[in-house]
């Protein structure tokens, strides 16, 4: 079955280091997202691409970084962590870009950054 | 830009009827309203969407008022399986499809 899945589940780093999370989706869908999640603020989009090529600044993105090489993969850097990076962050696919948009989730990753 | 605003929470016990309600009261004409659901430790998932009226699926009902500045959510006898957390989309006007989520309502349901 096709699947989107996140890696790692749980990381720990330092402040100042540069940390890369990965999504990857077996859906063959163009666009994928990601949002970061914290007690108080819900669900917030940090970026996003609609293909290949393609990336675009979320509502919290600075500090973030994407690349989009290839269909399936969309990683997200945080250059230099920061102590307010410290979320759950979750990754998302779609198939269609429009109104009637319906996202697919992974599991998550909770970052802690000391 | 289109926000939508919820109940923080809500108490059940099982076997109720829930409905939860949310305001979107600058939803453009072109944009449907999505519902998503989130258990702890998992990312949210589509549960359903609509335009207008009504849609029922084999987990909820969407209730759409004419003006469509509101939209409820109705979960048919909820289960203890059913505390979560849901959310209300819509589109950010744009037409773009970026979906933004707000604070979501947190449904806690008792035995």
């Known amino acids: 079955d096709a699947e989107i899945t996140q890696s790692p589940r749980h990381k720990i780093t330092e402040t100042g280091r540069q940390v890369t999370l990965a999504c990857h989706q077996t859906?063959?869908?163009?666009?994928m997202f990601w949002y970061r999640q914290d007690l108080g603020h819900g669900l917030r989009l940090i970026h996003y691409?609609?293909?290949?090529?393609?990336?675009n600044k979320g509502e919290v993105s600075d500090g973030y970084s994407v690349s989009r090489s290839n269909t399936e993969d969309l990683p997200l850097t945080l250059e230099s962590a920061a102590s307010s990076q410290t979320s759950v962050y979750f990754c998302?696919?779609?198939?269609?870009?429009?109104?009637?948009?319906?996202?697919?989730f992974g599991s998550g990753t909770q970052l802690s950054v000391l | 830009l289109a926000k939508t605003t919820q109940p923080i929470s809500m108490d059940s016990y099982e076997g109720q009827e829930v409905n939860i309600t949310c305001s979107h009261n600058?939803?453009?004409?072109?944009?449907?309203i999505t519902w998503y659901q989130q258990f702890p430790s998992q990312g949210p998932r589509f549960i359903i969407q609509?335009?207008?009226t009504k849609v029922t699926n084999e987990v909820a009902s969407l209730f759409i008022p004419a003006d469509r500045k509101s939209s409820t959510l109705s979960l048919p006898r909820v289960s203890l399986s059913d505390t979560a957390v849901y959310y209300c989309?819509?589109?950010?006007?744009?037409?773009?499809?970026?979906?933004?989520f707000g604070q979501g309502t947190t449904l806690q349901v008792k035995p």
């Open positions: 998302a696919s779609s198939e269609s870009r429009g109104v009637r948009e319906k996202l697919f």
């Open positions: 859906w063959n869908h163009n666009n």
């Open positions: 691409s609609y293909g290949v090529q393609d990336t």
């Open positions: 600058n939803i453009a004409t072109n944009d449907y």
């Open positions: 609509g335009y207008k």
């Open positions: 989309l819509v589109g950010d006007g744009s037409n773009t499809g970026k979906l933004i």
